[in-house]
């Protein structure tokens, strides 16, 4: 499954020039949650929803996914343009509604703000593509696996046509923060895979939650 992910990676470059030149969806400087960076690989239990607040910094342009033109409770792909992007393999679930129809998830634990958060679907690999200016600068996010534990996430930034920075994350069910600041780029891929179900959930599989992404668009 991970050399299918990636030859999609391949497929989704190609696709990179078409989208160029699509509209911008405006935002504003909005503040981000910050908390510290770490992995994890430890089994965790749960007992409470909880959403997490912790001290904010400044993002240039924050994506919480609870802008999204038309949103209502069912999931949904994420419509290419939004917040400059083209997305492939991403959709936002509104994490409340899911909740009180599903039970407690990692979707619970990603939520930073709002109701929304964004997700790979069907644990497939997820892009960003800029379309709304020639590179974009990816700073942070808060991630947080759905059902397995020690999960893998694999984040790719590329440019030119060329990988610019690869890293990889263990995600639990649990809040976490990565920090990244990768200039100049034209596409992220996540891609996850590996990992354990945790007991204590009545799923598995390789989703991800993402909340508050931070990137900056150069002036």
């Given at each position: 499954?991970?050399?299918?992910?990636?030859?999609?990676?391949?497929?989704?470059?190609?696709?990179?020039?078409?989208?160029?030149?699509?509209?911008v969806?405006?935002?504003?400087?909005?503040?981000?949650?910050?908390?510290?960076?770490?992995?994890?690989?430890?089994?965790?239990?749960?007992?409470?929803?909880t959403?997490?607040?912790?001290?904010?910094v400044?993002?240039?342009?924050?994506?919480?996914?609870?802008?999204?033109?038309?949103?209502?409770?069912?999931?949904?792909?994420?419509?290419?343009?939004?917040?400059?992007?083209?997305?492939?393999?991403?959709?936002?679930?509104?994490?409340?509604?899911?909740?009180?129809?599903?039970?407690?998830?990692?979707?619970?634990?990603?939520?930073?703000?709002?109701?929304y958060?964004?997700?790979?679907?069907?644990?497939?690999?997820?892009?960003?593509?800029?379309?709304?200016?020639?590179?974009?600068?990816?700073?942070?996010?808060?991630?947080?696996?759905?059902?397995?534990?020690?999960?893998?996430?694999?984040?790719?930034?590329k440019?030119?046509?060329?990988?610019f920075?690869s890293?990889?994350?263990?995600?639990?069910?649990?809040?976490?923060?990565?920090?990244?600041?990768?200039?100049?780029?034209?596409?992220?891929?996540f891609?996850?895979?590996?990992?354990?179900?945790?007991?204590?959930?009545?799923?598995?599989?390789?989703?991800?939650?993402?909340?508050?992404?931070?990137?900056?668009?150069?002036?």
């Amino acid at each position: 499954m991970v050399n299918q992910q990636k030859e999609q990676m391949m497929r989704d470059e190609q696709s990179f020039s078409r989208w160029s030149n699509a509209s911008v969806f405006p935002t504003s400087t909005t503040s981000l949650p910050a908390t510290s960076t770490s992995t994890s690989t430890s089994t965790t239990t749960f007992m409470t929803t909880t959403t997490t607040t912790v001290p904010i910094v400044n993002c240039p342009r924050l994506i919480t996914f609870d802008n999204i033109p038309g949103a209502g409770r069912s999931q949904q792909p994420l419509p290419n343009g939004f917040s400059g992007f083209q997305w492939v393999n991403a959709n936002y679930m509104n994490v409340s509604y899911y909740e009180e129809v599903n039970g407690w998830s990692g979707y619970s634990a990603a939520l930073s703000s709002g109701q929304y958060v964004g997700i790979n679907k069907d644990g497939k690999m997820l892009s960003m593509i800029i379309n709304a200016a020639k590179s974009f600068t990816l700073k942070s996010m808060i991630v947080a696996s759905a059902w397995n534990d020690n999960l893998t996430l694999e984040i790719t930034g590329k440019r030119g046509g060329s990988v610019f920075k690869s890293q990889r994350f263990t995600l639990q069910l649990q809040q976490q923060s990565i920090e990244l600041n990768w200039p100049n780029l034209e596409i992220i891929n996540f891609l996850s895979y590996g990992g354990e179900p945790n007991s204590d959930i009545k799923g598995n599989g390789l989703e991800f939650a993402l909340d508050n992404l931070c990137v900056e668009f150069p002036k």
